[in-house]
């Protein structure tokens, strides 16, 4: 009866034509235009393990599909007149108004997912489906396998639901609950959210027709999609021009729920010991996923960190993390950071785990994103994983001009500097290029004599550079700045790990890819700019008993470093805007409430 009755209440509203004002609604505004107006992101529309009125098993990210997405939590018992029927109603009257639009309504999917699973099965829904007439929409029927499926999906999305019972004790097939409609980019941002009191089919149309202006302003690059765990992944699957496919260990493989909730770790500062740092701290996305402003960064209360941050382009690529080596695995890095003393400063893994087991909503994110496991040590770290295999950035110039077959992709200038790259500078001996596709780097260890001197100039120096903001820097005493700060630790590279003397003063090999964008330069920041790279290197590195025997003085003229400069800056990919945008539009704050927010 009850789903005759919402049935008729939809054909009705749909003959009726626009829906009557509302009691508060006596003096509307007018819907505003299209694209004259912006939708913040509210954060990541969460995932989440579906049946669809067929009864196949999907995933809500799988449903976004590139889309705008109108998501509603409905059941189809409701008998309240302003909560799941009007929904109803107004997807319909959606679909009225765009019939003769149909660049905009296909691009339009509208989802209806019950919260009564028990009630709702898939050929319930199919019946559903049936009974309402959709104008053309897109329009699916969805339910879940029951509880434990359904319920860190409506954690994720805040949705509540209280089973109301008879003067018995038993269920009266009825559900309290307010009703929430949840607008979602192609990409899967919530852009905005709408309850009963504002749930009208003009301003439906209206932000829908505003996503897809937006979307096309931007080509539906990631930069549109902000959030954008879909395109995101995609990414991982399809690599862009000029690098290889990524290798992904076995459970490891990235998903849409994995690469949203490693983006919110990526930038919760409560992750580190006093809440204060985060790993966007010190991986600054609009800095290169580096930090710019000091040759190394600081962590927790000021401690002083040893080493310059490399970027996270590109490393899930990498064999070989930090610039030791010391970690092989991209799912067991963060935890390196994380227990660090002088960086985020947490006494355990435990202690990690038991903060954010006590922030509402992160063990559903967990739940829906690794079913099996939850919140654990090893999800945590496959979580952040994910989304710094998203990171990767190819198609520069140089990729269009090699790999693209684009005569005109790179200037004379660039050309020049290949060749000398390739040839008497011999760069190419440890930064890669291969026939296909190019790392720019051998994932190796050698000295170039960089941290002989360093070590070198710490013994004879009678004057420090102390930080004291980013970018500034004051010249104090070393006997003066050696009695106020922590004893200067030794940096002895790869021997640190090896204990191997052979190793000492050997660090990783960098990629060059989007190097023109993560100075300062080497190991411990000590060359702030490209130019002063290539005159490290043309005077033959720093001669020490270790040095690699390929660095030799190179005697370049003035114009051939400037070509190796503008070669070097040619191997900037055309999606760092997009990859950068990404990252500014993440979730920041309370999980399930939080607005998004730059870094």
């Known amino acids: 009866m009850r789903r005759a009755a919402l049935a008729a209440l939809c054909a009705a509203a749909a003959l009726a034509g626009p829906a009557a004002p509302r009691a508060a609604d006596d003096a509307r505004l007018a819907t505003p235009e299209p694209g004259s107006y912006a939708l913040p992101p509210l954060g990541a529309a969460a995932d989440g393990e579906v049946l669809a009125s067929d009864g196949s098993s999907t995933t809500l990210h799988a449903l976004f599909a590139d889309r705008v997405v109108l998501l509603a939590f409905v059941y189809s018992a409701c008998g309240d007149a302003e909560g799941c029927p009007l929904a109803m109603a107004v997807f319909h009257r959606v679909g009225k108004l765009l019939r003769d639009d ?8 509208v989802l209806s997912l019950s919260f009564d699973p028990a009630r709702d099965t898939p050929v319930a829904m199919a019946r559903l489906a049936e009974s309402v007439a959709t104008e053309g929409l897109d329009w699916r029927f969805l339910t879940t396998s029951g509880e434990s499926a359904l319920s860190p999906i409506l954690a994720a999305y805040g949705q509540s639901r209280i089973e109301e019972r008879d003067e018995r004790g038993e269920p009266t097939g009825q559900f309290a609950h307010a009703l929430r409609v949840f607008l979602i980019d192609p990409s899967g941002r919530i852009r905005n959210e709408y309850g009963s009191s504002f749930l009208e089919a003009d301003l439906v149309v209206a932000d829908v027709r505003t996503l897809l202006a937006e979307t096309r302003a931007v080509g539906g690059a990631v930069a549109a999609s902000g959030d954008g765990s879909a395109a995101l992944l995609a990414r991982t699957r399809e690599p862009p021009l000029g690098l290889p496919p990524l290798p992904l260990p076995e459970g490891e493989a990235p998903s849409g729920d994995r690469i949203a909730l490693g983006r919110r770790l990526f930038f919760d ?3 580190s010991e006093n809440a204060t740092i985060s790993c966007a701290n010190c991986h600054v996305p609009r800095q290169g996923f580096t930090q710019r402003e000091q040759r190394t960064p600081v962590g927790i209360e000021g401690r002083s960190v040893r080493r310059n941050a490399p970027t996270l382009y590109n490393a899930a690529h990498l064999r070989n993390l930090f610039h030791d080596g010391r970690e092989t695995r991209l799912s067991e890095q963060p935890w390196q950071p994380l227990l660090a003393h002088d960086e985020m400063g947490n006494e355990s893994a435990d202690a990690v785990l038991v903060r954010l087991r006590s922030v509402p909503g992160y063990e559903a994110l967990f739940e829906a994103a690794f079913p099996a496991r939850g919140l654990t040590r090893e999800s945590v770290g496959i979580a952040i994983a994910s989304y710094e295999r ?8 140089f990729d269009r001009w090699r790999y693209g077959g684009d ?18 500078a011999g ?6 290029v291969g026939e296909r596709t190019a790392l720019f780097t051998d994932d190796a260890f050698h000295d170039t004599g960089i941290g002989a001197a360093a070590e070198a100039e710490a013994e004879r ?18 006997q003066v700045a050696r009695q106020v700060g922590e004893p200067r630790t030794p940096d002895l590279g790869r021997y640190e790990v090896t204990r191997d003397p052979a190793d000492r003063w ?4 960098p990629s060059l890819r989007n190097v023109a964008l993560t100075g300062p330069y080497m190991h411990d920041g000590s060359l702030a700019t490209l130019a002063e790279v290539i005159a490290f290197y043309d005077r033959g590195g720093a001669p020490n008993p270790g040095l690699d025997p390929r660095i030799h003085p190179l005697h370049l003229t003035a114009q051939e470093a400037g070509e190796l400069v503008a070669f070097l800056e040619s191997l900037t990919g055309s999606d ?11 979730p920041i704050g309370n999980v399930g409430s939080e607005r998004a927010a730059a870094p």
Do not use: M
């Open 102 to 109: 149909p660049a905009t309504r296909d691009r339009l999917r």
């Open 461 to 478: 120096s009678a004057a420090l550079h102390v930080p004291l903001a980013p970018g500034k820097t004051a010249l104090v005493a070393a």
């Open 576 to 586: 760092v805007d997009a990859l950068v945008a990404d990252a500014e539009s993440a």
């Open 407 to 424: 005569a005109s992709a790179l200037g004379a200038a660039a050309q020049r500097g290949f060749a000398l790259f390739s040839g008497r």
């Open 427 to 432: 760069c190419i001996g440890c930064h890669l």
């Open 269 to 271: 500062r409560r992750l």
């Open 506 to 509: 050997r660090y990783r090999t």
């Open 390 to 397: 998203a990171l990767v950035s190819g198609d520069s110039p």
